[in-house]
């Protein structure tokens, strides 16, 4: 069974062990909206409103709507499951993956690691 807007913004809010009072107040709004956006099916936030709970969340707007990641025509299924398990990484996690391949291909252009 596919997962609605609001189990899905409610599994990122849990999983930044963030409130609901913390997100509103981060991206603006009430915690009664951000309850209505997880607990009410057809909910319609704006785009802005969208990119703000990503913003706050860690994560994409195609996380967070449930679209799937746009894979480049080059790109192997093996890339792509890569690519979904690094983006599904706590942020720790990922500044060590970006850290080690840093130093297994220095003289790639990597993105630096955070932190």
């Known amino acids: 069974m596919a997962s ?22 981060a991206v603006g709004c009430t915690k009664a909206y951000i309850w ?7 909910q319609r936030p704006s785009a802005e409103r ?3 709970l990503a913003k706050v969340l860690g994560v994409t707007m195609e996380d967070i709507m449930g679209e799937p990641l746009p894979a480049a025509p080059e790109a192997s ?19 060590r993956v970006r850290q080690a391949l840093k130093l297994i291909f220095p003289d790639k252009d990597l993105p630096e690691p955070k932190g």
């Open 36 to 42: 209505e956006l997880e607990m009410k099916e057809g």
């Open 4 to 25: 609605t807007f609001g189990s899905r913004l409610r599994r990122f809010r849990e999983a930044k062990k963030l409130t609901l009072q913390q997100v509103a107040d």
């Open 50 to 52: 969208v990119q703000a």
């Open 77 to 95: 299924p093996e890339d792509v499951a890569f690519f979904r398990a690094y983006a599904g990484m706590r942020e720790d996690e990922k500044a």
